[in-house]
C-alpha cells in the first residue's frame, strides 16, 4: 500500500485531534528521519523533545530488546530492577530522594499536584489547595493539567474546569507575592515554556520563585516534561540556577522514546503518599525503565550535555544572524538546544516549505519557530537547516516587496 493510502485510512480511523503534514515517517537514525517514500529528512522536532538522544539510540535498542525479552510488564504490587535502578539514578543526578512513575507528562504533573494537596492537607495550616501557575504555560491534556496550563485556547469547550488554579504572569515576581493567599499551596512553572512560545525567565526569576515559597511554606513544582533530560545543556533545566525544587516532573525524553512519565519528589513531601494514595498500572514498567536507565546513562556517559550546550550556543548566533538580515524576525531566545524564533507573521507556512526541503522543524503559538534538534546534532547539520531557513525567508522578503 502506498503512502497516500495510508494517510487517507489515518484520516478514516483515527480521531481528529492533530493537524498532520503530509508525510510518513517509518524510520529514523540519530538525527534523521525517513518517510515511506524514502525521502530523507534531518530532524529539528525530535518528537517534540522526545527523541534527546537521536532516532534509535543502539544501547536504548539493545536495552529494549533484553527486557522484552525478560519481562516487558509486571505490576507494582511486586519489586522491579529496572525500576529501581532509574530512580537511583534519577536520584542521585538530582534533588530528589523518591520518584514515582507513570507514563505521560500530563500524568506525572496530575501526580504532583494531587501529592501538593495531599501534604498541604496534613502538614500546612488551615484549607489549602490552590495552585498558582503561568499565563503561558503549558501542563498536559488531562482535565487538571489542563486546567493548570494558563492558555485560554486549551480551555474551549471543556468547561467546567477544575476548581483550585490562579494564574499569574510568568517572570513577574510582583504577581507571584500579590497572588499567594491562605489557600495556596504550591506554584507551578517550567523552568523555559516550550510550548508558550519557549520563554526565558530572567536570572533569578526562579531562585526569587524559591525564597518566596521558602517564606510563605509553600511548594514550588518545576515542570521539567519538555526542558528536562539535557535538553538545556544541563540534565535539569535548574541546575542553571542552582535553584531546587520540592517537585519535579519529567516525561518525554526519559525513556529515549519509549513513553515513560516521572515524578520526582523530595522525602519530606514523598512521605504524604502511602500505598493507595496514588497508582498508575503502567508506571515504571519494566519495558519502559529499562529503556530510561539506557536514555540517563546514555547522556551522562556520551557527552551529550556538552555537545548541547556548545551546538546550541552555535546555533543560537547563527539564528541571531538570520534575524538581523531578516525584519520579519522579532527575537531569537532559548537555551541549549531549546530554540524560538518569534516572528512578525505566522509561521505555519514556513514549516511546511521546509518540510519540503527536507527539513523537520516546529511552530509554537503561531508565530514562534520552535528548534528542539536531538542533542546529537552537529554544527554541520544547524548550518544546513540555516542554509534552507535563510532561502524560504528570502524567498518570503523578496515576495512581500
Ligand atoms: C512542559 C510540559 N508539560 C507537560 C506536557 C504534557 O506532556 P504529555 O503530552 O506527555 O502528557 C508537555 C507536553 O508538551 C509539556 O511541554
Same mark, same amino acid.
Given at each position: 500500500?502506498?503512502?497516500?493510502?495510508?494517510?487517507?485510512?489515518?484520516?478514516?480511523?483515527?480521531?481528529?485531534?492533530?493537524?498532520?503534514?503530509?508525510?510518513?515517517?517509518? +524510520?529514523?537514525?540519530?538525527?534523521?528521519?525517513?518517510? /515511506?517514500? &524514502?525521502?530523507? $529528512?534531518?530532524? *529539528?522536532?525530535?518528537?517534540?523533545? #522526545?527523541?534527546?538522544?537521536?532516532?534509535?539510540?543502539?544501547?536504548?535498542?539493545?536495552?529494549?530488546?533484553?527486557?522484552?525479552?525478560?519481562?516487558?510488564?509486571?505490576?507494582?504490587?511486586?519489586?522491579?530492577?529496572?525500576?529501581?535502578?532509574?530512580?537511583?539514578?534519577?536520584?542521585?543526578?538530582?534533588?530528589?530522594?523518591?520518584?514515582?512513575?507513570?507514563?505521560?507528562?500530563?500524568?506525572?504533573?496530575?501526580?504532583?499536584?494531587?501529592?501538593?494537596?495531599?501534604?498541604?492537607?496534613?502538614?500546612?495550616?488551615?484549607?489549602?489547595?490552590?495552585?498558582?501557575?503561568?499565563?503561558?504555560?503549558?501542563?498536559?491534556?488531562?482535565?487538571?493539567?489542563?486546567?493548570?496550563?494558563?492558555?485560554? +485556547?486549551?480551555?474551549?469547550?471543556?468547561?467546567?474546569? /477544575?476548581? &483550585?488554579?490562579? $494564574?499569574?504572569? *510568568?517572570?513577574?515576581?510582583?504577581? #507571584?507575592?500579590?497572588?499567594?493567599?491562605?489557600?495556596?499551596?504550591?506554584?507551578?512553572?517550567?523552568?523555559?515554556?516550550?510550548?508558550?512560545?519557549?520563554?526565558?525567565?530572567?536570572?533569578?526569576?526562579?531562585?526569587?520563585?524559591?525564597?518566596?515559597?521558602?517564606?510563605?511554606?509553600?511548594?514550588?513544582?518545576?515542570?521539567?516534561?519538555?526542558?528536562?533530560?539535557?535538553?538545556?545543556?544541563?540534565?535539569?533545566?535548574?541546575?542553571?540556577?542552582?535553584?531546587?525544587?520540592?517537585?519535579?516532573?519529567?516525561?518525554?525524553?526519559?525513556?529515549?522514546?519509549?513513553?515513560?512519565?516521572?515524578?520526582?519528589?523530595?522525602?519530606?513531601?514523598?512521605?504524604?503518599?502511602?500505598?493507595?494514595?496514588?497508582?498508575?498500572?503502567?508506571?515504571?514498567?519494566?519495558?519502559?525503565?529499562?529503556?530510561?536507565?539506557?536514555?540517563?546513562?546514555?547522556?551522562?556517559?556520551?557527552?551529550?550535555?556538552?555537545?548541547?550546550?556548545?551546538?546550541?550556543?552555535?546555533?543560537?548566533?547563527?539564528?541571531?544572524?538570520?534575524?538581523?538580515?531578516?525584519?520579519?524576525?522579532?527575537?531569537?531566545?532559548?537555551?541549549?538546544?531549546?530554540?524560538?524564533?518569534?516572528?512578525?507573521?505566522?509561521?505555519?507556512?514556513?514549516?511546511?516549505?521546509?518540510?519540503?526541503?527536507?527539513?523537520?522543524?516546529?511552530?509554537?503559538?503561531?508565530?514562534?519557530?520552535?528548534?528542539?534538534?536531538?542533542?546529537?546534532?552537529?554544527?554541520?547539520?544547524?548550518?544546513?537547516?540555516?542554509?534552507?531557513?535563510?532561502?524560504?525567508?528570502?524567498?518570503?522578503?523578496?515576495?512581500?516587496?
Amino acid at each position: 500500500m502506498d503512502s497516500q493510502t495510508w494517510m487517507m485510512l489515518s484520516e478514516k480511523y483515527i480521531a481528529h485531534t492533530y493537524a498532520r503534514y503530509p508525510i510518513l515517517l517509518v +524510520k529514523g537514525k540519530g538525527t534523521r528521519v525517513w518517510d /515511506m517514500d &524514502g525521502r530523507e $529528512y534531518l530532524d *529539528f522536532v525530535s518528537g517534540l523533545a #522526545v527523541c534527546n538522544l537521536g532516532h534509535c539510540h543502539p544501547k536504548v535498542v539493545k536495552a529494549i530488546q533484553d527486557q522484552a525479552e525478560r519481562l516487558i510488564h509486571v505490576s507494582n504490587f511486586y519489586y522491579i530492577e529496572p525500576q529501581i535502578r532509574l530512580a537511583s539514578l534519577l536520584c542521585e543526578h538530582s534533588f530528589a530522594d523518591q520518584v514515582f512513575f507513570c507514563n505521560s507528562g500530563a500524568e506525572a504533573n496530575e501526580g504532583a499536584m494531587k501529592l501538593a494537596r495531599k501534604y498541604a492537607k496534613e502538614k500546612m495550616e488551615g484549607d489549602r489547595y490552590e495552585i498558582i501557575t503561568m499565563e503561558r504555560s503549558f501542563h498536559g491534556r488531562t482535565l487538571a493539567t489542563l486546567t493548570a496550563t494558563a492558555q485560554e +485556547k486549551f480551555h474551549k469547550g471543556y468547561s467546567p474546569l /477544575m476548581p &483550585g488554579f490562579k $494564574y499569574i504572569p *510568568f517572570n513577574d515576581i510582583g504577581s #507571584v507575592r500579590k497572588a499567594i493567599d491562605s489557600k495556596t499551596c504550591a506554584i507551578m512553572v517550567e523552568p523555559i515554556q516550550g510550548e508558550g512560545g519557549v520563554n526565558c525567565p530572567s536570572e533569578g526569576y526562579l531562585k526569587a520563585l524559591r525564597e518566596i515559597c521558602d517564606k510563605k511554606k509553600i511548594l514550588l513544582i518545576f515542570d521539567e516534561v519538555q526542558v528536562g533530560m539535557g535538553r538545556t545543556g544541563k540534565l535539569f533545566a535548574y541546575e542553571h540556577e542552582a535553584v531546587e525544587p520540592d517537585m519535579l516532573t519529567l516525561a518525554k525524553s526519559l525513556a529515549g522514546g519509549v513513553p515513560i512519565g516521572a515524578l520526582l519528589i523530595k522525602k519530606e513531601i514523598a512521605e504524604s503518599f502511602e500505598p493507595g494514595d496514588h497508582a498508575s498500572t503502567f508506571g515504571g514498567n519494566p519495558l519502559a525503565t529499562a529503556a530510561g536507565v539506557a536514555a540517563l546513562l546514555a547522556i551522562l556517559e556520551e557527552g551529550m550535555l556538552e555537545n548541547c550546550q556548545q551546538v546550541g550556543d552555535y546555533f543560537f548566533t547563527r539564528l541571531e544572524e538570520i534575524k538581523r538580515k531578516f525584519p520579519l524576525v522579532q527575537e531569537v531566545r532559548g537555551k541549549g538546544l531549546i530554540l524560538g524564533m518569534e516572528l512578525k507573521t505566522e509561521g505555519g507556512s514556513i514549516v511546511k516549505e521546509m518540510i519540503t526541503k527536507g527539513f523537520l522543524i516546529n511552530c509554537t503559538m503561531g508565530n514562534v519557530l520552535r528548534f528542539l534538534p536531538p542533542l546529537i546534532v552537529t554544527k554541520e547539520e544547524v548550518d544546513q537547516m540555516i542554509v534552507a531557513l535563510e532561502e524560504v525567508f528570502s524567498r518570503i522578503s523578496n515576495s512581500s516587496e
